[in-house]
């Protein structure tokens, strides 16, 4: 097989979220949403594959000394190299492609100290661009190239442990037919009507209050995040363990730690404390709390010393790391130092997050288990996004996925109709019109359906036309400015 990227183009739409999406030391209201249209030579042809990312503030860096337009440029210019690297680079598979720019792309990262998290960013959209164009053009879906390997993945390459074998050996047979919707309570969310600040309140035909996103959704699964201020999270564990406990007496959930802690100790210290009130010593038991997420901040969770301070608390909760897994060795050291596992998310990587679930499996058939790869959410949004993330998270066999984009954002509302309709045609189990005149994401009984999106080339069935590019947003990455 021959492989080449021939051409590129950015578009660039922006977005503005229903409400404030409070998180760790940001509090998101707008972001760009960027899209990676690309053209290859896929053995003599030409096909068009694309991807997209919205670009929030404060998670790929977490420097609170500097303001999101500050970080911005810096976010462009990983995106643009990335592409530069891939340019005209021709291989023998889709894999090959993928080392070569990742390769080139860590280089140049660690000569411009870049960290990894923020620098793979492009790396992971170009990869995704390449995925979906192979898919098209080959006319597989993504389960079924993961399955057959023609993406060409050496799994050995990433983790030395899976020498001589391929995906299939290590992931399920058939791509989930649903996922389990995981929604996030964020910092700021109300959990009753009355708590909507006045200048917040949404009103396009969406619920907003906790309590009614349960009824509406059907909601069974959620994610917590913390703030790392005893004070004012004490308070708001013990009124979302009570309202679950009431709506969902079933209810499971994940604990974001939101790196809001320098070192295991820090956070067993409030952990403790939480569980001296009895209503959280139930709301945290196993019965309810699957795991936690990167407690400890990205500048010290994988030290030498979170190793003793782990193992040293038997009966603390599995911990797995998010933030931290910038590298393709992340998961490995984060395992040696006693964390159960890592996060997938396609702005990650999707080899990457393919050879960790490949690595996980490996050691729950060792027999030391339980590990962890969960699906978490960066406030993703169709028409790609979305939809990509949904079709490799159904190929891992995750069960549930952290989904928050429907939530912050007014469906596919800042598409033009046209698109939209697309959408709701080729996607019906995942896309309808609401009361308000948008589509948007369609959960019901806490499911999100995934027939469309398996059957999809990569997650997404819509014609890469002349005019679905023009309705993606303005040409470039830093056009499609906000306007009031």
């Not at 503005?16 to 053995?43: K, Q, S, W």
């Not at 979906?132 to 030395?160: K, M, W, Y």
């Not at 990457?352 to 058939?365: F, I, P």
């Amino acid at each position: 097989m021959s492989i080449t990227i021939e051409n590129f183009e950015f578009r660039t739409r922006p977005m503005r979220t229903r409400f404030p999406f409070r998180y760790g030391i940001a509090a998101m209201t707008e972001l760009p949403h960027v899209f990676l249209c690309i053209t290859i030579d896929l053995n003599g042809e030409k096909v068009d594959g694309i991807a997209s990312e919205g670009l929030p503030p404060k998670w790929f860096t977490k420097n609170p000394s500097t303001r999101f337009e500050e970080d911005l440029p810096q976010m462009h210019q990983v995106l643009e190299q990335a592409v530069s690297f891939g340019l005209n680079q021709e291989s023998e598979s889709v894999f090959a492609l993928w080392q070569k720019i990742y390769n080139h792309q860590k280089s140049w990262a660690n000569t411009e100290k870049i960290p990894p998290l923020l620098a793979h960013l492009g790396t992971s959209l170009l990869e995704r661009a390449v995925i979906d164009a192979f898919c098209r053009g080959t006319g597989c879906t993504f389960s079924e190239a993961l399955r057959n390997n023609q993406f060409g993945i050496v799994l050995e390459s990433i983790h030395p442990e899976l020498r001589g074998s391929d995906p299939v050996k290590w992931l399920p047979k058939e791509p989930e037919k649903s996922l389990i919707a995981r929604h996030t309570i964020g910092l700021g969310d109300a959990l009753i009507a009355d708590d909507i600040e006045k200048e917040e309140l949404c009103d396009d035909g969406l619920p907003q209050a906790l309590d009614d996103t349960i009824r509406h959704y059907g909601l069974t699964h959620f994610k917590v995040k913390l703030s790392g201020n005893l004070e004012s999270d004490l308070p708001r564990l013990r009124k979302i363990a009570e309202m679950l406990r009431q709506l969902v007496p079933e209810f499971q959930f994940t604990l974001d730690g939101n790196e809001q802690y320098p070192n295991v100790m820090a956070f067993r210290e409030h952990w403790e404390q939480f569980l001296e009130d009895p209503t959280l010593e139930h709301f945290l038991s196993d019965s309810h709390l699957l795991f936690v997420e990167q407690p400890i901040h990205r500048d010290f969770a994988l030290h030498e010393s979170v190793r003793q301070e782990i193992e040293s608390w038997e009966s603390g909760p599995p911990m797995i790391i998010d933030e931290s897994d910038g590298e393709l060795d992340s998961l490995r050291r984060a395992l040696e130092l006693g964390y159960r596992g890592t996060s997938h998310k396609n702005c990650k990587g999707v080899f990457k997050g393919v050879a960790n679930a490949c690595l996980l499996e490996y050691m729950r058939r060792e027999g030391t288990g339980p590990w962890i790869l969960s699906g978490e959410d960066l406030a993703n949004v169709g028409p790609v996004a979305l939809l990509n993330d949904l079709a490799v998270m159904s190929s891992l066999g995750v069960q549930h996925v952290e989904r928050n984009g429907h939530h912050y954002f007014s469906g596919l509302s800042v598409f033009p109709r046209s698109l939209q309709e697309d959408i709701c045609l080729t996607h019906p189990d995942l896309y309808a019109w609401i009361d308000s005149e948008f589509a948007s994401l369609i959960i019901e009984e806490g499911l999100i359906l995934m027939e469309s999106i398996i059957s999809a080339p990569f997650g997404c069935a819509v014609e890469l036309s002349e005019e679905m590019l023009h309705n993606l947003g303005e040409q470039g990455l830093n056009s499609g400015q906000f306007s009031n």
